[in-house]
């Protein structure tokens, strides 16, 4: 079952402005991942923040979590064409992922 | 490059006609899993083998199964493939449980049901 709730459903910005997508989940995590994927494609992991981090960077993403709101969120800055996807997050539990519906980026050159 | 491989990326079959999808991976992994998604829509766990043991979601239909004949490769049976189980199918693995491992994933294998 699903675990996440994300915002916004889709979102669409110009090449070079930043991209901000947020991650509700219900329960305790132990991890939270996120994940892209492109049209017809595999999951690609991002990043994953444990319950116990605040901020990660990697690149030109920033994730943040905020545990005692049960949320995350996921910045791309800079955003380029070729960030076009789905972004995903996925609540880590022991041998699953419970993921979230996702959320469509589309940027726009 | 170690990876997860999927074939093949497009399967069609007849409603009712037994198709198997297959799984690799180079990686060495525990674990492989294999997941549902359906367009617009998160994936969804169907069971997943640690080793070789084998864990079904509790929601997971009967028509689907699965057989891991060694480490490197995993299979998804659908014994009698209905209209509904058109998706992407896609195999996954992670060293370990997914508490502090992400996963690999392959790029899926889009199955089409006439």
């Known amino acids: 079952s699903q675990q996440g709730e994300e915002d916004p459903q889709a979102l669409s910005i110009q090449e070079g402005e930043n991209a901000t997508m947020n991650c509700s989940y219900k329960t305790s995590i132990n991890n939270l991942q996120w994940y892209r994927q492109n049209s017809g494609r595999g999951l690609v992991h991002l990043i994953l923040?444990?319950?116990?981090?605040r901020e990660k960077h990697s690149g030109r993403l920033r994730v943040t979590l905020d545990t005692s709101k049960k949320s995350s969120s996921l910045l791309i800055t800079a955003s380029r064409a070729a960030d076009t996807a789905s972004y995903f997050c996925?609540?880590?539990?022991?041998?699953?992922?419970?993921f979230g519906a996702g959320t469509t980026v589309t940027v726009r050159a | 490059d170690a990876m997860v491989i999927q074939n093949p990326r497009y399967q069609v079959t007849q409603f009712g006609k037994p198709v198997t999808l297959s799984c690799s991976q180079t990686?060495?992994?525990?674990?492989m899993y294999w997941y549902q998604q359906k367009s617009s829509q998160a994936p969804k766990l169907l069971f997943h083998y640690y080793d070789k043991d084998f864990n079904n979601e509790a929601d997971t239909p009967d028509n689907f199964q699965s057989r891991r004949p060694n480490t490197s490769f995993c299979f998804l049976d659908i014994r009698s493939p209905g209209l509904g189980d058109a998706a992407m199918y896609l195999c996954a693995t992670s060293r370990e449980g997914a508490s502090f491992q992400p996963q690999h994933f392959g790029d899926g294998t889009r199955l089409s049901i006439l």
């Open positions: 923040i444990r319950s116990n981090e």
């Open positions: 996925a609540r880590g539990d022991d041998y699953k992922l419970s």
């Open positions: 990686l060495n992994h525990n674990v």
